[in-house]
T-cell receptor, first 111, second 116 residues
């Protein structure tokens, strides 16, 4: 089955800096890669997603890049703000459309 | 985002007791899922259902049971056979069978279960 690894597990940045979270996946047939943000005690919420036929997608301060050859994808957050502090999960959806999640990254943005 | 309701938010049980977590959705989604979240870990799939009256085991189904008698409801029972039941449980749904660009996962607010 699919295996998704996420790094780093914790990330601390200064407000205004950029943050990058990386994920690798094992199943070359995976075709959908969402990112979820989970604030403390709340539900995970979809913040951005990308299909396998797209290399990059951007939405304001967040962007996701996908390298199918290397089987990795990354989340980029620019101009970080304290409200970006949360746990971020990557996921990959296999040919059967079942999601496998990474272990999560706790992002802390220091004011 | 208020389309998936989980209740209760906090649940306390004694070891050896079965407990049922509720999940209701009004999004008219076909598929529903149960995930378990432990501190510092990702989301692990317990069970999922793609249509009414049908469900499949996920990666960590042992000690859990589900039913899908109605499209809107997908309750999860944590049985006394589950060795480490204390965790945060998340219910989710998607429009179609499985999660894709056109059918992303939507989560409920979760139930935190503590078993002592």
């Amino acid at each position: 089955g699919e295996n998704v690894e996420q790094h780093p597990s914790t990330l601390s940045v200064q407000e205004g800096d950029s943050a990058v979270i990386k994920c690798t996946y094992s199943d070359s047939a995976s075709n959908y890669f969402p990112w979820y943000k989970q604030e403390l005690g709340k539900r995970p919420q979809l913040i951005i997603d990308i299909r396998s036929n797209v290399g990059e997608k951007k939405d304001q301060r967040i962007a996701v890049t996908l390298n199918k050859t290397a089987k990795h994808f990354s989340l980029h957050i620019t101009e970080t703000q304290p409200e970006d502090s949360a746990v971020y999960f990557c996921a990959a959806s296999d040919a059967g459309n079942m999601l496998t999640f990474g272990g999560g990254t706790r992002l802390m943005v220091k004011p | 985002d208020g389309g998936i309701t989980q209740s209760p938010k906090y649940l306390f049980r004694k070891e050896g007791q079965n407990v049922t977590l509720s999940c209701e959705q009004n999004l008219n989604h076909d598929a529903m899922y149960w995930y378990r979240q432990d501190p510092g870990q990702g989301l692990r799939l317990i069970y999922y259902s793609q249509i009414v009256n049908d469900f499949q085991k996920g990666d960590i189904a042992e000690g859990y049971s589900v039913s899908r008698e109605k499209k809107e409801s997908f309750p999860l029972t944590v049985t006394s056979a589950q060795k480490n039941p204390t965790a945060f449980y998340l219910c989710a749904s998607s429009l179609d069978r499985g999660s894709s660009y056109n059918s992303p996962l939507h989560f409920g607010n979760g139930t935190r279960l503590t078993v002592t």
